[in-house]
């Protein structure tokens, strides 16, 4: 099974991890001996992807030295860059689109999600939308719901929605797209993906794939001291 491209969102300012971030970008922050993009393209190598995009901001220049054309990792990798100023994690996916294939994968540069993905991506092209998510029954265990799931459709994906009934689920960070439906929209820059998946989830358009392993994540110190106990144990 062929995989289409990951494209891994890594141009945030990372404020939450300052001052380690002011001189370095998220992705290259050391966790358990290594920068983080290490493990995170090692996983996807594992996971059957060959086709990574970067996408970079804040001290991108450094990410692109660090991985190079990918071939260390048995990637392809190619960059898209914000420019002068942040398009947000929406902008920056839609921006990169001369990168995307006709369906691209889309995740988060401070996350480790340990997971199996061809199951994914059967379900993804079984579905017929124009999007899926990952959701996991967090229940505010590790962050705070925001997810309303049928068990076959997100029929809500609101970030102000936690605490309401039906908000048990949460993004677990691993989508997929069909890249019209990101390239289409007309939000202007910088706007966050969650508007887009927020409107399909209310057109009936994004599915869902349950997962139960919880995900891992480097964006608050808390994340990154469980992350490191978590790779180093493996």
């Known amino acids: ?75 392809e990798i190619a960059y898209s860059h914000d420019g002068s100023e942040p398009r947000g994690t929406g902008g920056a996916v839609r921006a990169a689109q001369r990168y995307l294939d006709e369906v691209t994968f889309v995740t988060y540069g401070d996350s480790y999600l340990d997971i199996a993905v061809e199951p994914i991506w059967s379900r993804f092209c079984a579905s017929g939308s124009a999007a ?29 929605a936690n605490g309401q009934p039906g908000v048990e689920w949460i ?7 069909r890249t019209e439906a990101i390239t289409s929209c007309d939000y202007p820059d910088p706007f966050d993906l969650s508007l887009l998946t927020k409107k399909l989830a209310h057109e009936g358009q994004l599915a869902g794939h349950e997962v139960s392993t919880r995900f891992y994540e480097i964006g608050k110190p808390e994340g990154l001291e469980e992350t490191a106990a978590y790779l180093s144990a493996k």
């Open 171 to 177: 993004d677990y960070g691993l989508s997929v797209f």
């Open 1 to 75: 099974m062929t995989l289409p491209p990951l494209a891994i969102l890594a141009g945030g300012l990372a404020t939450r991890l300052r001052p380690i971030t002011e001189t370095i970008p998220k992705s290259l922050v050391k966790v358990a001996g290594e920068p983080f993009l290490a493990h995170q393209l090692r996983l996807a190598k594992r996971q059957g992807f060959c086709k990574i995009i970067l996408l970079t901001g804040h001290l991108g220049e450094q990410i692109e030295a660090f991985a190079g054309n990918g071939a260390r990792f048995g990637l």
């Open 132 to 160: 899926l998510m990952t959701v996991l029954h967090n229940q505010d265990q590790w962050d705070p719901s925001n997810v309303i799931f049928d068990g076959t459709m997100v029929r809500q994906h609101d970030k102000t």
